[in-house]
DNA sequence: TGACAAGTACGAAGTCTTTCGTATTTTGCA
DNA sequence: TGCAAAATACGAAAGACTTCGTACTTGTCA
């Protein structure tokens, strides 16, 4: 059900890391961030449109509203992930991570990282 | 560059799979899978468009024509991971990986296989 | 107080994806 | 030979995304 499209994920990715934000916020980062080639009223369609969908809370109380991210960044990959999964991994995530780890750069000790998660789950059919 | 569609990897899947295939291959192989209401035409069309973005190569020597995947499967997951990771990851591939693993329903043997893949890899910052 | 700045709302246009109907061509065979 | 079946080509429509212009509202301060 959450699928955010590409420009509803850069929004996303301001709130995620600047918490509750302004419009005016949320179109300053985006330009800062990437050559954000994106006008201000583009910026305030979408945080409406993403109101609708669910995606961002708004607080109107102030003239100025604010807006926050209304899904958790975890759960919005876990359901990118899980999608991408189902159209393009025949539903196995395991082959999906095997290709991911198979052509990813790691260094040494983000295999360990990798790893310890492992361990963790080491006989957990989780 | 190769990011194909949702309706694309469908039919895709179905040339990875079956090999080169006809029209009514395609279309018949998607009825099966899915409840594919997929209308004849719109997997012709589907084809045409996809050879002219070359994720598809098409044979027109026998009046039905026969198409074959220009991509393979395992390229065309990694660009769909990369664009992911892009997009929804911070550009990065391990954050991905610990997210797939961390939610992701592994069986023992799974796990093991994963661990395998760490091995041949270790001290390779690849 | 009244004009300007800063906001929000809304509609509309352009692109992409997906879908299919219709027209046209070709082939086989009765 | 000529018709039906099977193919391909093409255009167009509907929906989703993204973009922005324009209109309207509200608050500030000279």
């Given at each position: 059900m959450i699928r955010p499209t590409n420009a509803e994920l850069a929004i996303l990715g301001v709130l995620w890391q600047r918490g509750p934000s302004t419009v005016r916020d949320v179109h300053e980062a985006l330009r800062a961030a990437r050559g954000?080639?994106?006008?201000?009223?583009?910026?305030?369609?979408?945080?409406?449109?993403?109101?609708?969908?669910?995606?961002?809370?708004?607080?109107?109380?102030?003239r100025t509203h604010v807006?926050?991210?209304a899904?958790?960044?975890?759960?919005?990959?876990?359901h990118l992930l899980s999608d991408l999964v189902d159209r393009a991994?025949?539903?196995s995530s395991l082959a999906l991570v095997l290709q991911a780890l198979s052509t990813t750069r790691a260094t040494p000790a983000e295999l360990e990282q990798i790893r310890r998660l492992l361990d963790e789950r080491k006989g957990d059919s989780r």
């Open positions: 954000g080639v994106v006008g201000y009223t583009t910026v305030l369609k979408l945080l409406q449109i993403m109101t609708e969908k669910k995606l961002v809370k708004r607080d109107t109380r102030s807006y926050a991210a899904v958790s960044e975890a759960t919005t990959r876990d991994f025949g539903g």
